[in-house]
C-alpha cells in the first residue's frame, strides 16, 4: 500500500469515527471485491481476526494492513489457510477497510477456484447510508433522498430474502444498487434514511422489487417489454425529468463498429436499419439491419447495452444508405438514461422540488403500491 493510498485511509478513518452507529436488525452481506486474487483489509480499531468456525486467529492492530489472498479455495493470511477469515473491530465505532474503501460493520473473504470474494457484513440501515449518498446527491431535496432510502431498502431487502443459500446478498455495482460505504455519508442522507427507519414499499402484502434508474425521458417503461414476470407496479408511467443532463442525448456510430460489435459480417454492405418493434412507452425492442446479402435481426435492449448507449430510447438515421451507398454510420438521437423501470431519481428530485412528499413521490412511479413498515 503506497503513502497516498494510506493517508486516504487514515483520514477517512478519522472521520468515520465520527459517525453514529444505528440499532443491528439485518444484517446484509454485500460483495464489494469479486474474483481477485489478492486484497488489502484492515480495521480503524484494533480488530479480531475470526475463521470459519468462528475461532480467533489473532488480533490485527488499528490502521495496520493485512493482505489476504486465495490458495485454491482456501484464504492465505498470516502464514494459516483457512476457509474464511472476518474482521470485526473490537469497538462498535470501529471502522473496516477492503482496498481504499471504508465501510461499517466487519469484513469477510472467502475463495473460491483460487479467486478471492471480500463480503462486508453491515447492518441494513447503515448500508443504506453508503447506498443512497452513492445513488443520489446529498444537496437534492430531502424528500427526494428519503424516497431513495425507502426505495434502495425494499430493493436490498427483496434480495435478501432470495439469496439466503448464496455467497452473498447483493452486490455494490450498478448491476444491483451502488454502494460505496462510509466515504459517502453525509449529514443529509443519513437524515433521510433514520426519518424513513424500517419503511419499505410492498403489493399486495409482499415486498416489491424496487427497481429504479437515473431519468427516463419522460415517460417510464413497463417491465413486460424485458420478457419479465408482469409486476403491477412496474408499468409505464410519466417522468418529471426535463432537468436532467440526458433528458435528450445524441451519439453517432461508425458503421464497422456496427459490424465488429453484432457481427454484421454476413448481412454484406450496410444499406437500412429498420425499426420493427417500440414499446408503449416508445422505446425500441427490435430492430432489423438490412445488408446486401441479408439482414439481421437485433432486441433494442441488446443494441442500448452493446453500444455502450444511454437508453433505449431513441431514434435511428443513417448516415448514407437509401440509394446513396452503403451506411457509414448511424445517429442515435435519444432520451433519458437507464433501464427506464420503476423510480426515476432525476424525477424524484424535480416532483420534490415541487412539493411532493416522499410517499406520494413512490406511490406516482410504483403504482398500486403501500409504504409501510419492515415486515421481517
Not at 58 to 86: C, K, W, Y
Not at 289 to 307: N, Y
Request: proline share 3%; aromatic share 8%.
Amino acid at each position: 500500500m503506497n503513502g497516498a493510498v494510506f493517508r486516504k485511509l487514515l483520514t477517512a478513518a478519522a472521520l468515520g469515527m465520527l459517525l453514529s452507529t444505528p440499532a443491528r436488525a439485518i444484517d446484509l452481506r454485500v460483495a464489494v471485491e469479486e474474483e481477485v486474487s489478492a486484497i488489502t483489509v484492515g480495521s480503524s480499531v484494533e480488530a479480531r481476526l475470526v475463521d470459519e468456525r468462528g475461532q480467533t486467529l489473532g488480533t490485527l492492530p488499528a490502521m495496520q494492513p493485512l493482505t489476504m489472498a486465495a490458495a485454491g479455495s482456501q484464504v492465505q493470511a498470516l502464514n494459516v489457510r483457512v476457509g474464511r477469515i472476518r474482521v470485526v473491530p473490537s469497538r462498535p465505532e470501529g471502522l473496516v477497510f477492503v482496498g481504499d474503501r471504508w465501510f461499517r460493520g466487519a469484513a469477510e473473504a472467502f475463495a473460491s477456484g483460487g479467486r478471492l470474494t471480500a463480503i462486508n457484513l453491515v447492518d441494513l440501515e447503515a448500508y443504506l447510508y453508503g447506498v443512497v449518498g452513492a445513488e443520489m446527491v446529498a444537496s437534492w431535496p430531502e424528500e427526494a433522498l428519503k424516497a431513495q432510502a425507502i426505495a434502495a431498502r425494499t430493493y436490498a431487502l427483496f434480495h435478501w430474502g432470495r439469496r439466503q443459500n448464496q455467497t452473498h446478498d447483493i452486490g455494490d455495482t450498478v448491476q444491483w444498487q451502488v454502494y460505496r460505504g462510509a466515504q459517502y455519508e453525509t449529514e443529509s442522507v443519513r437524515r433521510a434514511v433514520e426519518a424513513t427507519a424500517g419503511q419499505v414499499i410492498t403489493f399486495q402484502g409482499n415486498l416489491i422489487n424496487a427497481m429504479y434508474h437515473s431519468h427516463s425521458g419522460g415517460r417510464t417503461e413497463d417491465i413486460k417489454v424485458y420478457g419479465e414476470e408482469d409486476k403491477p407496479y412496474l408499468r409505464t408511467v410519466e417522468d418529471f425529468d426535463q432537468a436532467a443532463p440526458y433528458w435528450k442525448w445524441q451519439q453517432v456510430i461508425p458503421a464497422v463498429n456496427l459490424r465488429k460489435t453484432f457481427g454484421l459480417e454476413a448481412v454484406g454492405e450496410l444499406l437500412d436499419v429498420k425499426v420493427l418493434e417500440r414499446s408503449t412507452s416508445g422505446r425500441i425492442l427490435a430492430l432489423q439491419f438490412v445488408g446486401s446479402k441479408g439482414s439481421q435481426l437485433l432486441k433494442g435492449t441488446d443494441v442500448r447495452l452493446k453500444l455502450g448507449l444511454r437508453s433505449n430510447f431513441f431514434e435511428i438515421t443513417p448516415v448514407g444508405g437509401a440509394g446513396n451507398g452503403p451506411v457509414t454510420a448511424l445517429t442515435f438521437d435519444g432520451r433519458g438514461f437507464g433501464h427506464g423501470l420503476g423510480m426515476s431519481q432525476w424525477g424524484a428530485r424535480a416532483l420534490a422540488t415541487l412539493g411532493w412528499n416522499c410517499s406520494r413521490i413512490l406511490k406516482h412511479y410504483y403504482q398500486g403500491v403501500t409504504l409501510q413498515k419492515q415486515i421481517f
